[in-house]
């Protein structure tokens, strides 16, 4: 592509490129939706037809790895880099194990030079690193695979369920997703830095925000951009009138529900945010909070402890669409929540569980200024036998509270 | 790069340490009353008891599933239940017993199916608590491979003494309430105390399985063990467990692969495994618990299998 001769010939291998980057993702992830969907409608019209499906096993990380193909396509057309020549280098690129199953999506102008760069090893960045992965395994193994046995069981049977218990799967599912998710990251970039690599910064500490356009600009932060760059630009952004920005927006929300599954419920739930964000996109009010919360004082203000909470109650009931197997569940599990029964407590005991959550919040809210919850510890705790003893406790911690062993579960996107 | 790996190593000493640490010096206080301690007194009466004897081995099932007193009486031989905990696993339950059965006895075997299922044949968490805390002679039967094996479960099991606080209801010896407590076992080795209870709540069903992949060591294992008893002069029976009867219908392709399993090892079932499977009047509280009723079902079944053998005062023939 970027030796053709003439702009049109660019542009036919650039399309070429992305059709087969999106072919096998179409293909893998998506063929079945459509082919269901499809024959779901026409039976509607009276129209029996039995469509073959595929019987294959989804590619582990398959939206990942796309999507680091599309941005190394989409900057060589854009000219924002040259192609890389050597194929071990590429390969690297696309498929550098820390993130080839659950991202964070790198961009090949941030990644390629960095892994063609000579890397030289360096004290701080490798504890640093292995902090981020110790606090990353402390998020997945302590706090999301506990939440999962509960959550698990109150979805499985939230129909007998009292409401008070529902509000605690959906809360306990809030947890599971983040620490599952930003879990992994941690891990992820914990790993790469040990070599010497930096990757993209993923989570932002995202229940700290005090709306939902600071939520999005929190979670999955790679994801979003990503979108941003190369789907949201492209379209026309925020330029032009208000109805563009407001089209576009909603097509990002539309299009990042989808990537992460083919289901209405994943589609349901890009379309919630989408209409959470609205009012602040039409209000000019979506650019709000672009700093930490209760910036350089240790309590938030009652004000923004609200908005935090409102916030979070907001996320939360869309983490019931994300959760749900179907968007009638979704709906029911929703709807029973109001019943009498939100006065009595819970069944589920989760005691321990809500302990070791508190202790997760108190840390990520005292470092909430920092990239991750320990990161340069060494200024938090400046007493280097403190600190050990509470990395100690964490790696104690992780043996003895680790939950049954869950998949992660932005494995299946 | 070599202070990096120096102080890495430092923290993996540390932690190995801690780990060790605890595991020997530090007290399970909460075990104190824990159905593991039974076994301190399952042997006390294994050793004490003459040959020719009846000895029970098993999981929860025959410990849940058997009135000892009524096969004493029935064939006038002494009984041990030694049944307590299926996460003991049958290497550990076997080689209990192995030196201290003699001529002329008689060792019933009642495994859980889900031993042949996956890795519990080498035990899991309740065995290395029972091991380290409760009683230790025993360690001089672990190998080393049962100790690779093990290993997980020992770190997690050490890690866990140092933490008061308990995300499971298994942490707190059992998790059985009043019953599975060493003191609810009467001097035969049976879990009694269930036996005046009411019916409990129904136990849920076990999930369906098709068939599987049998664990070939364990039939290995009780094979060589057969052998060994044979040498001894010792009669061994295989029974199978008491199995809630929904869960037996869900579990029949596997139930069928270990039953073939068995044979094909020379050491099958002695009795059929659907004569062991229980409606749910007769279940406890979990699908391998039989309540009074279910006991006293399964009792004189045994009782009939044993004197069909010919079993008498005098031992096995």
């Known amino acids: ?413 | 790069m070599k202070v990096f790996i120096r102080q890495l190593v430092l923290f993996l000493i540390i932690i190995s340490a801690i780990i060790t640490a605890s595991l020997f010096f530090i007290p399970n206080k909460r075990l104190r009353n824990s159905s593991l301690y039974a076994d301190i007194d399952k042997n006390k009466r294994l050793d004490s008891l003459q040959s020719p004897k009846i000895v029970f081995v098993g999981g929860s099932n025959i410990a849940f599933g058997l009135n000892s007193k009524q096969i004493e009486d029935s064939l006038h031989l002494p009984v041990v239940n030694m049944g307590l905990h299926a996460g003991l696993g049958m290497y550990f339950m076997l080689n209990e017993v192995r030196d201290h059965v003699q001529k002329g006895d008689i060792v019933v075997l009642s495994p859980e199916y889900h031993q042949f299922m996956g890795d519990l044949f080498y035990g899991e968490k309740v065995l290395v608590a029972l091991l380290f805390d409760i009683n230790n002679k025993n360690l001089k039967n672990v190998t080393i491979k049962q100790y690779i094996h093990l290993f997980p479960s020992i770190v997690e099991y050490s890690t866990s003494k140092l933490f008061f606080m308990n995300l499971d209801v298994t942490d707190d010896g059992d998790g059985y309430g009043k019953v599975f407590k060493r003191n609810s076992f009467n001097k035969y080795g049976d879990e009694s105390m269930h036996w005046q209870f009411p019916l409990q709540k129904i136990p849920s069903t076990s999930a369906p399985i098709g068939h599987i992949q049998v664990n070939s060591e364990i039939l290995k294992f009780i094979q060589d063990f057969k052998r060994d008893m044979n040498k001894k002069g010792v009669a061994l029976y295989i029974i199978p467990p008491a199995f809630q009867e929904s869960s037996f219908i869900n579990l029949n392709n596997a139930i069928k692969d270990i039953e073939g399993g068995l044979k094909d090892h020379s050491t099958p079932f002695d009795i059929r495994p659907e004569e062991f499977s229980y409606q749910n009047r007769f279940i406890f509280n979990t699908v391998y618990h039989l309540n009074k009723p279910g006991v006293d079902h399964r009792t004189l079944l045994i009782i009939k299998f044993l004197k069909s053998k010919a079993v008498k005062k005098g031992g096995s023939n």
């Open chain 1, 1 to 413: 592509m970027a030796d053709a001769p003439d702009k049109r010939k660019k542009q036919v291998w650039f399309w070429l490129s992305i059709c087969v980057n999106l072919g096998f993702l179409g293909v893998f992830k998506y063929y079945n939706f459509f082919i269901d969907s499809f024959a779901d409608f026409l039976s509607k019209l009276g129209l029996g037809v039995h469509f073959t499906t595929l019987q294959v096993i989804l590619p582990l990380g398959i939206s990942f790895y796309t999507f680091h193909g599309l941005s190394y396509v989409i900057d060589i057309y854009n000219d924002r880099i040259k192609p890389e020549r050597n194929f071990v280098n590429y390969s690297v690129f696309v498929c550098f194990f820390p993130l080839l199953v659950a991202g964070p999506i790198e961009r090949a102008t941030h990644l390629l030079p960095q892994i063609t760069r000579k890397r030289s090893f360096e004290y701080s960045r490798a504890v640093d690193g292995l902090r981020q992965i110790l606090w990353g395994l402390f998020k997945k193994i302590v706090i999301a695979d506990n939440c999962a046995t509960v959550v698990n069981e109150i979805f499985k049977n939230y129909h007998t369920q009292g409401s008070s218990t529902l509000v605690l799967g959906a809360v306990l599912f809030a947890f599971q997703i983040y620490c599952d998710f930003s879990g992994y990251s941690d891990i992820a970039l914990g790993a790469a830095r040990l070599l010497g690599i930096e990757l993209l910064r993923n989570f932002g500490f995202p229940y700290f925000s005090r709306d939902i356009a600071e939520f999005w600009r929190r979670w999955h932060i790679s994801l979003t951009t990503w979108f941003r760059d190369y789907l949201y630009i492209p379209l026309g952004g925020s330029r032009g009138n208000k109805f563009h920005a407001i089209r576009n927006t909603f097509i990002i929300f539309l299009v990042s529900g989808f990537w992460h599954g083919a289901n209405w419920t994943f589609i349901f739930w890009g379309a919630y945010h989408a209409a959470l964000f609205m009012p602040l996109l039409i209000l000019g009010r979506n650019r709000l909070h672009t700093n930490s919360v209760a910036q350089g004082k240790i309590l938030p203000t009652f004000k923004e402890l609200t908005q935090m909470f409102l916030t979070f109650v907001l996320v939360v009931i869309g983490w019931i669409f994300f959760r749900a197997p179907s968007l009638p569940i979704a709906f029911d599990y929703l709807s029973s929540i109001f019943s009498s029964t939100i006065f009595t407590l819970p069944t589920q005991k989760v005691t321990t569980l809500t302990i070791l959550i508190v202790i997760l919040f108190v840390v990520e809210w005292l470092q909430r200024e920092k990239k991750f919850a320990l990161e340069r510890f060494e200024d938090f705790i400046k007493f280097r036998p403190i600190r050990w003893v509470l990395y100690i406790l964490l790696v104690l911690a992780i043996i003895r509270f680790g939950g049954k062993s869950e998949t992660f579960i932005y494995f299946q996107f």
